[in-house]
């Protein structure tokens, strides 16, 4: 069964999120592509995952004289019920992200980086030894993640702020440190998006205009990658 996690992050719950919509764009586009596959859901701008804890810490800082060891061997370590129950909310959503063949992140850029919510549930997932087999390979090795970003203002290379984009790069980096590969991150980016509304980039409309399409263009081609069992059946289709 070939399972879509979709996160959005973007506080503005309306219909003028961009990120909001391309990623709403994309999963409609996977579940045509794919219709026996599972779709799960988080808005973690309306339902931010609990904050961490003291329990949370105690439990990493005993994992990493312990490593590596897994989601099993963290149960093995846990010392108290408070532990047992913050042990619990993180192993869900690890648990959630480990199933998942495809990861959507609705991603606005704000003050240059990720949305609070987001970087919540980065920092709770985030847990020492837990992306790893008992044989120390990635789980999530073969795991596809489609970022749909969003800035007001441009960050593309040889642009004025080109260095001050720490979410792309940010979000690559943390990806990468447990463990999808590089060659599975797809960051699709909408540039601009408050040319319409600030009357300082009214020249950068045109651009923004295109940065959009190129966005939407992006997601439909980076969808095959993300449904194997849509390009298989293709492949074995009576037209070849
Ligand atoms: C709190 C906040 C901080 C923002 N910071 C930045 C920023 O640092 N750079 C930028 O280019 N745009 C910034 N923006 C603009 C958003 O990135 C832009 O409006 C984007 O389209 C928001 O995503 P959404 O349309 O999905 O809500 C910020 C917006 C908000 C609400």
Same mark, same amino acid.
């Given at each position: 069964m070939n399972t879509l996690l979709h996160l959005d992050a973007s506080a503005n719950r309306s219909g003028e999120s961009i990120t909001r919509a391309l990623s709403a764009r994309f999963a409609a586009a996977w579940l045509d592509a794919n219709p026996t596959g599972t779709h799960r859901y988080r808005d973690l701008a309306a339902d931010p995952v609990p904050a961490l804890t003291t329990e949370f810490c105690a439990i990493g800082r005993r994992v990493e004289q312990h490593p590596p060891i897994g989601r099993l061997g963290v149960d093995a370590l846990l010392e108290s019920e408070d532990e047992r129950a913050d042990w619990r909310v993180t192993r869900a959503l690890v648990d959630e992200l480990v199933d998942a063949d495809t990861v959507l992140l609705g991603c606005p850029m704000y003050n240059f980086s990720v949305p609070a919510a987001l970087k919540g549930w980065i920092d709770r997932i985030t847990f020492p030894g837990v992306y790893r087999a008992a044989d120390g390979s990635a789980l999530l090795a073969g795991t596809n993640v489609v970022v749909v970003a969003a800035s007001g203002g441009g960050y593309g290379p040889?642009?004025?702020? %080109? %260095?001050?984009?720490f979410q792309a790069p940010y979000l690559r980096a943390w990806l990468t440190s447990i463990g999808v590969p590089d060659e599975r991150i797809h960051v699709i980016r909408a540039e601009l998006t408050l040319a319409d509304l600030a009357p300082g980039l009214a020249d950068l409309r045109p651009l923004a205009t295109a940065s959009f399409e190129a966005a939407l263009a992006s997601l439909d081609a980076v969808l095959p990658a993300c449904v194997p069992a849509a390009m298989s059946a293709e492949r074995t289709s009576p037209k070849e």
């Open positions: 040889g642009t004025p702020r %080109a %260095a001050w984009d």
